[in-house]
């Protein structure tokens, strides 16, 4: 809260503090203009009494003053005439005579504008028989420039006290998106992960300001680290399910192992008369090998997905694919229909594997003998490889989970000892190549799919 109050301080401030430069400035300059300008008349009015002094010179001769008052005839005039003998004459308009005459304190020789104790503004006009001084009072410039200095002064001090409470309302107006951001940052912090700043709408005016584009990316930042949250959540809850799901799987071939090396070790079983104990110990190591051999391929393929984009010839691949399926099921028909060479980016050995384990489930999860299709169709880009059995099938709801790890179609549709991961692996392949993978059910047997970018 003190951190705003000082934004909102310092803007305030800095605003109110230019501002009243700005009329400091403005206002020195308007009176330093007015003064200039008034003394500039001053100085025409006396440039103009000094030329009718010239003209008139010959009247200025008498004891009096109307020589002088003829000769000038402006009653605001200050006039000092001095003859050659010394004596002085001085005639005023509305203003008091000064205590002493002016001709005693000015340049003679000087016959420009000259300012005599800060109270008149005086010239010097020489004549024939004397010399004639005409002055003005500057009081009424002064008065003039301070009355002026009054006001402008008032009118500043009221320009910024009204601006000052006008910027003020403004920072205030402009900051709040910054209170509410800082609202925002505390409730996700208190854990209200679903709290957002409310951005105004892309486009609008409000979003192309600072605080709008602020707005804009705090919303954007949140909701991606809620996205990568909830990723991370799922990612844990998926972890500990296969942790879990992996230890129960080991755990009965480990319980058998022992449990056969036990009856060994103690002699309950003797292995002269019961040899098949060893090959069960065989079994079931083979099978836990095996089965730690895919959680390491799964696991591998999760953490660090094939790098390798090298041109793959997926025609090929699945003539393989179906040549190594007869070899192992001579009496099961595998037919391959692909339209022409299709050429994918990828891993070549991560592909066969993919389509392996597709004829490897079909091969568990089918009688003998029932035929199976493979195809492969490019289309806008990607080509989508199937795999058809006709087959038992499978119900919609199994066929949701059938890409889960460790996940097992019902007992009575195959019956077999497979640790649940080949469809894992196959969709955790098929994702690192940017496809996608699903079944389709509903007819006679299962097809299995696959897309990959071409």
Not at 210 to 222: H, I, K, P, Y
Not at 308 to 326: K, N, T
Request: zero cysteines; hydrophobic letters at 45%.
């Amino acid at each position: 809260m003190s951190g705003r109050r000082s934004l909102r301080f310092s803007l305030v401030a800095g605003v109110a503090g230019l501002t009243a430069a700005a009329l400091v400035i403005t206002w020195v300059t308007a009176a330093v203009a007015l003064r200039s300008y008034l003394m500039e008349r001053a100085d025409e009015q006396l440039a103009a009494a000094a030329v009718l002094v010239r003209q008139r010179a010959a009247l200025i001769s008498g004891p009096t003053g109307a020589e002088l008052r003829s000769a000038v005839s402006v009653t605001d005039y200050l006039i000092e005439f001095r003859r050659a003998d010394g004596h002085t004459v001085r005639l005023v308009g509305g203003t008091p005579l000064p205590g002493t005459p002016l001709l005693d304190r000015v340049r003679p020789d000087d016959t420009g504008p000259q300012t005599v104790a800060g109270d008149y503004r005086v010239r010097v006009v020489p004549v024939g028989n004397g010399t004639v001084l005409v002055g003005l009072p500057l009081a009424p410039v002064r008065d003039t420039v301070t009355r002026l200095a009054w006001v402008a002064a008032v009118t500043a001090v009221l320009v910024l006290a009204l601006l000052t409470v006008l910027a003020r309302w403004l920072v205030i107006r402009r900051l709040r998106p910054l209170d509410e951001i800082a609202a925002t940052a505390g409730a996700i912090a208190a854990g209200d992960l679903d709290r957002r700043v409310g951005a105004p709408e892309p486009g609008s005016a409000a979003a192309r300001t600072e605080v709008g584009r602020l707005s804009v990316a705090v919303d954007g930042m949140l909701a991606r680290i809620q996205a990568a949250m909830v990723v991370r959540e799922r990612s844990e809850q998926r972890m500990r399910a296969f942790v879990a799901d992996a230890s129960h799987e080991l755990r009965t071939p480990v319980t058998s192992i022992s449990g056969y090396l036990q009856l060994v070790r103690t002699g309950v079983v003797d292995l002269s008369t019961r040899p098949d104990v060893l090959r069960r110990i065989e079994e079931e190591a083979t099978r836990m090998g095996t089965l730690v051999d895919e959680l390491l391929y799964l696991a591998r393929l999760e953490s660090d997905p094939p790098a390798r984009r090298d041109p793959v010839d997926l025609a090929g691949l699945i003539g393989d694919a179906a040549a190594d399926a007869r070899a192992v099921e001579p009496d099961r028909p595998v037919e391959v229909s692909v339209a022409g060479p299709v050429t994918v980016p990828g891993d070549e050995g991560v592909l066969r594997r993919v389509l392996a384990n597709l004829l490897s489930n079909v091969r568990a999860h089918t009688p003998p003998g029932t035929a199976v299709l493979v195809s492969a169709v490019p289309s806008g880009g990607r080509v989508r490889v199937t795999v058809a059995d006709e087959g038992p099938g499978m119900p919609a709801d199994q066929a949701g989970r059938a890409f889960e790890r460790f996940w097992r179609a019902d007992p009575s549709r195959a019956g077999t000892d497979g640790a649940g991961l080949g469809l894992a692996i196959v969709a955790e392949a098929v994702r690192a190549h940017g496809g996608a993978t699903g079944i389709d059910v509903g007819g006679p047997g299962l097809t299995v799919w696959f897309e990959i970018p071409i």
